[in-house]
């Protein structure tokens, strides 16, 4: 035996056992953090988990299966253009990088045989905040104003930091060779107008189930939410068709799933969840029963499911015990992150573009710390700053990188990262 | 016959990998199963998404998970 190899569980066991022995359990503050913590879990639990969460994984699946990837990526191998192919890796994020096994080896291929440092980088900073799933989450829980902003900062801000590293690189480009291997399809081509329908139905019942209440109880936005349910519904019921007529679902089980969804929307008219969720679990059982494509939309929104949400829920509690629902303190005392990062100074913006480009998030729980953070007393513009250094980079991820350009250019990309952030974050606290 | 499971540690990439590896026992057949992390060498073989299978140095799909059928074939020809 050797006794070596038991130090680090003994150390362990002894930092749990301390930290066992003096839990402030009964402590107003940690009683009330924990609290918190729970609390937050409860409402993202009620709130947003199955009408949000739920669609945007289905939307998240459906863009990894039935568009075509390769159409994209063509754009940014060796021969494409420069300016398309700034354009392209800018944008792209939103069907490419929906999962982190797409990323950094596109970010890799794409700098060694593609089109190179500029377009790479412009993809790596964009990619994870205008994933799908990202602007979904973003919009609904800090606002569709800041979820615009996020989006249309990072794409504007991606070229430009690209642009910039190829400029200040522009001797050491790598070596490429034309040979490159796309993903190969996994659905059969369809002709686009059937790929827009199909997934503007899927986004306008996610847009309409989630329409929030207005303040004013008139005009447009009123009458919209008093006619939310009938707008999804609507929608429900088209997209129904579109996957009878070309997605090759039965026509059976589609009518059964709307029949039954239906007698619960009549039934229980003021729980319009138990109506949705039929919905939807109707939609898996029809899926996964019609053929190999839409068993593979199944299992890929299955997929990112169990890969983000348990994540999500531990940061949103998390996020909860250090700082509280919106309103409420957590183990974090609201002062603090008024005086780091309240207002719209140079300061709190630079100071959470540093953070946000150091620490790791794990997918999307940034959304749920800037909640917490805001309600906190961060200012709107360093919530910008944060959200837009905060995905893009983080310690891990910057070796990882380091790995593929090296350390130089690996420091200046931080540094540019940071930089913008701290820019975009006093423009937009400034509006 | 050299193979190769490329992916940066993915879950998809963790999938290939022991499907490859359980095929290449069922089929006994002579081969090393190595999986390349690294993403440099990743890049080296040209593919833009992984998980990647490489089979005597031939780029054999990319971005997806094989079959186990897809993977016999491969390997038997």
Redesign the interface.
């Known amino acids: 035996m050797s006794w070596k190899d038991e130090l680090k569980p003994l150390g362990i066991i002894i930092a749990v056992f301390f930290a066992a022995f003096f839990l402030p359990v009964g402590i107003y503050r940690f009683d009330n953090a924990l609290t918190e913590g729970l609390e937050l879990v409860k409402w993202y639990a009620q709130e947003h988990v199955l009408l949000c969460l739920v669609p945007a994984f289905f939307i998240a699946g459906a863009i990894g299966v039935f568009i075509s ?1 390769n159409a994209v ?1 063509r754009y ?1 191998g060796a021969g494409a253009k420069k300016i398309v192919a700034y354009l392209v890796a800018s944008v792209s994020g939103i069907i490419l990088a929906v ?4 990323i ?3 970010f ?7 089109a190179g440092l500029g377009p790479a980088i412009a993809f790596l900073y964009s990619g994870p905040a205008i994933s799908v799933l990202s602007i979904i989450l973003t919009a609904r829980i800090l606002g569709p104003e800041i979820g615009i902003a996020r989006a249309v900062g990072a794409v504007s801000f991606s070229v430009i930091i690209g642009f910039l590293m190829e400029l200040i690189f522009k001797k050491d480009e790598a070596e490429r ?1 034309a ?6 399809e ?1 659905s059969t081509p369809r002709p686009l107008y059937q790929t827009i329908l199909y997934f503007f139905f899927m986004i306008s019942i996610l847009v309409f189930a989630n329409w929030g209440k207005p303040d004013l109880q008139q005009g447009v936005w009123w009458t919209v939410f008093s006619l939310k349910w009938i707008i999804t519904s609507v929608s429900a019921v088209a997209f129904g068709v579109i996957l009878v007529l070309w997605y090759s679902h039965q026509a059976w089980k589609i009518g059964l799933i709307a029949v039954v969804s239906a007698m619960f929307a009549y039934m229980l008219p003021t729980v319009p969840i138990i109506a949705f969720s039929a919905g939807f679990i109707g939609l898996t059982w029809s899926a996964s029963t019609s053929g190999e494509e839409n068993g593979s939309w199944v299992y890929a929104s299955w ?1 990112f499911t169990k ?1 983000i949400l348990p994540l999500l829920l531990m940061g949103v509690f998390i996020a909860g015990f250090l700082l509280g629902r919106p309103g409420n303190e957590g183990i974090i005392p609201n002062e603090w992150v008024a005086t780091l990062v309240g207002g719209n100074s140079f300061f709190a913006n630079f100071f959470s573009s540093i953070v946000g480009a150091f620490m790791y998030f794990a997918t999307l729980t940034e959304v749920p710390i800037v909640q917490g953070l805001m309600g906190s007393g961060m200012g709107k513009g360093p919530s910008l700053a944060l959200l837009l250094a905060g995905p893009a980079l983080s310690l891990p991820n910057m070796l ?1 990188i380091r ?2 350009i090296g350390t130089k250019k690996t420091v200046v990309f931080s540094l540019l990262v940071i930089i913008m952030a701290t820019i975009s974050g006093m423009i937009f606290g400034m509006i | 016959m050299e193979i190769k499971v ?3 540690g ?4 963790k999938k290939a990998e022991e499907l490859v590896k359980q095929v290449v026992d069922e089929a006994k057949v002579e081969a090393t199963v190595e999986k390349v992390t ?3 060498q ?11 299978i490489v089979i005597n140095g031939e ?1 054999k ?4 998970i094989p079959t186990k059928q897809e993977v016999l074939n491969w390997i038997n020809s």
């Not at chain 2, 993915?10 to 990439?13: F, S, V």
């Open positions: 990837q990526m940014l999962c982190s096994c797409t950094l080896p596109l890799a291929g794409i700098y060694t045989r593609g060779s040979q490159i291997h796309l993903p190969e996994s997929d890969q990882v790995s593929v | 490329l992916g940066p993915c879950a998809k990439c690294d993403l440099m990743i890049a080296g073989y040209g593919v833009f998404g992984t998980p990647a780029v799909c990319v971005g997806k």
